[in-house]
């Protein structure tokens, strides 16, 4: 089972893979094993650990040796991802997490999700196990607090809508009465990542559902918004590190509100 979580300000992928295709995107990772040690290699070095956070834009990939793994993939414009760097990376390409602090999230991610099957009781439980997993690893950046009405709107026009098209900015701009640049730097302020960020996080969001639906690679990538089946291969490649042909009938997604 693979689980994809995401939220406003981040993505999650609980997963169990193995050799994904060496990559690299503009976001930051917080990857922890909640098995026994895995291999990362990052540039030319291999690294064995059972957690690690590696920089953005940074060439890796992870031989997980079956271990089920949390992948947490803050974009470079969050300000978790901001924190990250100033405490652990500071221009380093990655960072090795304490054994003991990796064991604490284990067991929290094991008692307070795992032990869940209702997936609305998992959306429920999701931030307070996410903001606890900030908590061990020093990170203390809390769920965004959305207080403009306009922010809110927006948010919920895009999880109303089923394609996401290059004008969706200039639309949603017009919907809330504000320029396409004010609405850019308000959703930035109150959700603490970029419009743009946002919207590709959602489009593919919005494919892997519709294929999960039982529609095509193809017919599902047109219809999330992406202009070819290609693109939406890409984007999801540059994002994750997996292709669009890995996408299986055990895979969840979960949009967390």
């Known amino acids: 089972m693979t689980d994809i979580f995401y939220t406003i300000d981040h993505v999650l ?5 193995n050799y994904p295709e060496k990559h690299k995107h503009w976001a930051k990772h917080l990857i922890i094993s909640l098995g026994k040690e895995f291999k990362c290699i990052i540039e030319d070095k291999e690294i064995i650990c059972r957690g690690i956070i590696i920089g953005s834009n940074v060439m890796h990939t992870i031989e997980s040796y079956d271990n089920e793994m949390l992948v947490y993939l803050f974009d470079e414009t969050t300000d978790m991802s901001k924190e990250i760097e100033d405490k652990y990376l500071q221009n380093n390409n990655y960072y090795t997490l304490n054994v003991e602090k990796l064991k604490e999230i284990k067991r929290v991610w094991i008692n307070e999700i795992l032990s869940l099957k209702d997936i609305m009781k998992i959306k429920q439980k999701y931030y307070d196990v996410y903001e606890k997993i900030l908590n061990i690893c020093n990170l203390n950046i809390k769920k965004p607090h959305i207080k403009d009405e306009r922010v809110k709107k927006v948010l919920k026009l895009l999880q109303e809508k089923e394609e996401i098209t290059e004008g969706i900015i200039r639309e949603l701009a017009d919907k809330v009465f504000l320029s396409q640049s004010r609405l850019s730097h308000l959703f930035k302020e109150e959700t603490q990542t970029s419009l743009s960020s946002f919207l590709v996080i959602m489009k593919i969001g ?12 193809t017919d599902a990538s047109i219809k999330a918004g992406f202009n070819s089946p290609s693109h939406f291969a890409t984007t999801n490649k540059n994002m994750f590190g997996i292709s669009a042909n890995e996408i299986r009938k055990d895979v969840r997604v979960i949009p967390i509100d």
């Open 13 to 17: 992928l609980f997963v169990d893979y």
């Open 206 to 217: 919005k494919a892997y559902e519709y294929i999960l639906n039982g529609e095509n690679i």
